[in-house]
């Protein structure tokens, strides 16, 4: 008879048997009982997170052009695990762009794939909630601020930016220095999004380098997120990490820890009434439109949720549409001639979508509890439906069947998960290139078609990495 303290010498044999029948069991239903096992796919995607953590961690970035790879040998519909760390979910990608409306359709009522969300930080933010009831209590009151009424009512904060960025660009005109346009459109975009936002611009744009550091320091950030898709506690554990400790860290993750106390604090003066001065701004902030929002719950108003809203709001509203900026400043100075069509005839419409076209988004949803996913990327770069996708065509959507091409062309999702920052992302990009293009004679330093294509999927696109980035020269 075993004493109270001690283990049967068969415990471990027990466990060790328990976890191999887990393991192997789990394997065989993936592989060959799960629902989705019919479709073709690499049996070691379907068995293992790890290879998606390979491509995606350890070549940084790559995994997207292994799935289009195995779309191109398997067909339209190809499973894997896609999916978060080790767990049992595998997932069924589709690459089938008369497909796209019906899985992001406006009546569909699909939770988000929790895997999805890990990769960026805040749960209880719009962006980040899981499930379909959840998101559309939440939605409409973000959607109001962002609205078209509500852009054109706010276009002079865009404006104002704008002014500034075209000061600076005048005063590196005198001195002839090397703009790098990656870092001045992000500068401008977040000064936009936390100006509209919140009434408390970043000034970003007064830095003599254009914050450098920070920007850079922003994009690392993004990437060590990335990982919380196969570390489970990855962001809860950094969001814990104190201020001076992060302090020492990095500079930039210091920077956004206060600024996300500075959120809190301005929710909780407005939520109050006092503090902050609003009466001698030209508008009130975002949290104002969630506060006085008669629709949404008690529960949606907690600081902690305003919080995570406000932080997905600063990100997402800066970093894909910089990126476009960029992209739309490089080809029009790699096509000449297109550019001086464009400047005697501004068909601005046509020009962002051939821009567009290049973008990347990405949605997984959970359709009957199986994750299900497009990428936009490929339905942009199909070329039975945009020949030679990779061309900067403008004209494309100008020639006869040019309006039919707009329904392939989904740079911000569509659905009842579509981008709610559309309107202020349109009208950033259709103002400041208007405005640049007509004040500024630029041209290109030592940039290439490498330093606009993308290369790395961290969440947003991605140029290779040691690119310098989109330079020019002001004339």
């Known amino acids: 008879m075993l004493g ?24 065989f239903y993936r592989l060959y009982l799960s629902p989705i096992a019919r479709f073709p796919g690499p049996k070691l995607a379907a068995a293992t997170g790890l290879y998606e953590l390979y491509y ?47 899985l992001y359709s406006s009546s569909a009522k699909n939770d988000k794939y929790p895997w999805y969300i890990n990769a960026f930080g805040p749960t209880g933010s719009t962006f980040g909630t899981v499930k379909h009831e959840a998101h559309r209590i939440r939605r409409p009151a973000l959607v109001s601020f962002f609205s078209r009424r509500m852009v054109v009512r706010l276009e002079h904060v865009i404006q104002d930016v704008i002014e500034k960025l075209c000061s600076r660009l005048g005063e590196l005109r005198k001195t002839g220095e090397v703009v790098d346009l990656n870092l001045a459109y992000r500068c401008f975009t977040l000064d936009v999004i936390t100006e509209y936002s919140f009434a408390q611009c970043w000034n970003l744009l007064d830095s003599p380098d254009f ?20 570390i489970r506690g990855l962001n809860e554990f950094l969001d814990y990490i104190p201020m001076s400790v992060m302090a020492k860290i990095s500079e930039v993750a210091a920077f956004t820890g206060r600024w996300g106390k500075r959120m809190e604090k301005q929710i909780i003066e407005i939520s109050k009434g006092e503090g902050f001065d609003y009466h001698n701004k030209s508008h009130l902030t975002i949290f104002h439109e969630l506060l006085n929002d008669k629709d949404l719950p008690p529960q949606e108003k907690t600081i902690s949720r305003l919080s995570d809203e406000g932080q997905v709001v600063v990100f997402a509203g800066s970093e894909t549409t910089a990126h476009t900026l960029s ?29 567009a076209q290049h973008g990347k988004a990405w949605n997984s949803f959970l359709i009957w509890w199986t994750p299900v996913s497009m990428n936009p990327l490929f339905m942009h770069m199909n070329k039975e439906i945009f020949p030679d996708p990779h061309a900067f065509e403008p004209e494309r959507w100008l020639k006869p069947g040019g309006k039919q091409l707009e329904k392939y062309l989904v740079p911000f999702g569509r659905g009842t998960r579509q981008c709610a920052g559309l309107n202020l992302a349109y009208a950033e990009i259709y103002l400041v290139t208007a405005v640049i293009f007509r004040k500024f004679n630029t041209e290109l330093y030592k940039t290439t078609r490498r330093d606009v294509d993308i290369a790395h999927d961290f969440g947003v696109p991605h140029a290779a990495l040691d690119s310098k980035g989109v330079r020019i020269i002001v004339k």
Do not use: C
Not at 211 to 230: K, M, T
């Open 211 to 230: 914050a450098s550091d920070f920007v850079h320091g922003v994009r690392s950030i993004a990437r060590v997120r990335g990982l919380a898709r196969f």
């Open 56 to 102: 995606d961690v350890i070549m940084k970035g790559k995994y997207i052009w292994k799935i289009q790879e195995m779309h191109e040998k398997m067909g339209k519909y190809i499973v894997g695990h896609f999916s978060d760390r080790m767990s049992d979910d595998m997932q069924l990608h589709i690459n089938d762009p008369e497909y796209f409306d019906q």
């Open 327 to 355: 992209a739309i400043h490089f080809h029009l100075l790699d096509n000449p001639s297109k550019l001086e069509r464009r400047r005697k005839n501004w068909k601005r419409r046509y020009l962002i979508r051939a821009l």
């Open 4 to 27: 109270p303290l001690e283990i049967s010498p068969f415990f471990f044999t027990y466990v060790t048997i328990a976890l191999l029948l887990y393991v192997f069991g789990g394997l």
